[in-house]
């Protein structure tokens, strides 16, 4: 795994890695992987929560993530990718979501979209929901922020926030995109993925000039 992170690094393929990575989480609860990797990737962005966490921090936390499901519900059901979808947009976060056998989305543009996030440093991820079972995994619906992406091994740094399970790991392009295909019991639909960009009125909207893309 190293070697690979080198090699990729080496190639600029790994930019997302550490902003993601500074903010990697645990997931509080088994049925947290949604909600943590949206802590994740809100704190990488620096977004402002609007409330406190403890004392004077404002920080997410997965109990902050409360409109379209509660944790508690969450907690009970877990979560649907369309309903996780909702939880980033009322972040503020621009969400462009696909179901890659709805959309018809192909391996290669996959990999276009794997490689272009993989390469951006700040104020945007890519997430992907999937069956951890079509990856040999055990459990079954799952999401997790890509870190990165080795283009000679066309392989996917996957960043899993059930690091009681399983550390970052490393998978190949074609067995992630095919691990979104499976249909989601709750839904009668696929997985899929979403990128995930800090929103251009994010300043406007929170009352702050800190970040404006």
Avoid at 39 to 47: K, T
Avoid at 183 to 198: M, N, W
């Amino acid at each position: 795994g190293r070697a690979i992170f080198r090699e990729a690094l080496a190639d600029g393929t790994m930019e997302a890695f550490f902003p993601l990575v500074e903010q990697l989480h645990t997931q509080d609860d088994p049925s947290f992987c949604g909600l943590a990797t949206l802590v994740v990737v809100l704190n990488a962005f620096g977004v402002d929560p609007g409330r406190n966490w403890r004392g004077p921090w404002r920080w997410y936390h997965e109990n902050a993530l409360d409109c379209c499901k509660s944790p508690e519900l969450v907690q009970q059901e877990g979560i649907t990718f369309d309903e996780w979808a909702c939880l980033a947009r009322c972040q503020g976060l621009d969400v462009e979501a696909a179901r890659p056998d709805e959309k018809g989305v192909t391996e290669d543009q996959f990999r276009e979209v794997v490689r272009a996030l993989a390469s951006e440093p700040r104020f945007a991820a890519l997430v992907v929901s999937y069956d951890r079972a079509s990856l040999g995994q055990t459990g079954t619906g799952h999401f997790a922020p890509v870190g990165g992406y080795h283009a000679a091994r066309d392989m996917v740094l996957v960043l899993d926030t059930a690091r009681f399970k399983y550390p970052p790991h490393w998978v190949p392009l074609g067995r992630l995109l095919e691990a979104t295909r499976p249909l989601d019991p709750a839904t009668g639909r696929s997985r899929g993925f979403a990128v995930l960009r800090r929103s251009r009125m994010y300043h406007v909207l929170h009352g702050t000039a800190r970040m404006s893309l």
